[in-house]
């Protein structure tokens, strides 16, 4: 699954894809204005650095609106779990620690 964020939107491709999360800025750090983009979402509530916290329960939503597998639901708690065995996913905040990568390709927006 990836988060991408321009200046412009934030939406979320390959919703299906369970087995990676990362999100797609054109640069690391992310320009402030893309980084306000994405806050003002809802999806994040912030950028630090080379990651952003993301918002488990925004992104099960906005990822979910689009996932085309039946077992979907099951296999995004899934993926949750591993985040938590990691240290990656904070239950009191519900918030992931995302990693950020800068977009190789552009798509349309």
Same mark, same amino acid.
């Given at each position: 699954?990836?988060?991408?964020?321009?200046?412009?939107?934030?939406?979320?491709?390959?919703?299906?894809? /369970?087995?990676? /999360?990362?999100?797609?800025?054109?640069?690391?750090?992310?320009?402030?204005?893309?980084?306000?983009?994405?806050?003002?979402?809802?999806?994040?509530?912030?950028?630090?650095?080379?990651?952003? /916290?993301?918002?488990?329960?925004?992104?099960?939503?906005?990822?979910?609106?689009?996932?085309?597998?039946?077992?979907?639901?099951?296999?995004?708690?899934?993926?949750?779990?591993?985040?938590?065995?990691?240290?990656?996913?904070?239950?009191?905040?519900?918030?992931?620690?995302?990693?950020?990568?800068?977009?190789?390709?552009?798509?349309?927006?």
């Amino acid at each position: 699954m990836i988060i991408e964020v321009t200046e412009k939107i934030v939406r979320v491709r390959e919703s299906d894809d /369970l087995k990676r /999360l990362h999100a797609e800025f054109s640069a690391v750090p992310p320009s402030a204005v893309a980084a306000n983009v994405l806050v003002t979402s809802g999806l994040a509530s912030a950028v630090e650095g080379d990651h952003i /916290l993301v918002s488990a329960s925004a992104l099960r939503e906005l990822a979910g609106q689009s996932a085309t597998t039946q077992d979907w639901s099951d296999s995004y708690q899934k993926m949750i779990d591993y985040a938590a065995g990691k240290g990656w996913y904070n239950p009191a905040a519900d918030t992931i620690r995302v990693h950020i990568e800068v977009a190789t390709t552009h798509h349309s927006e």
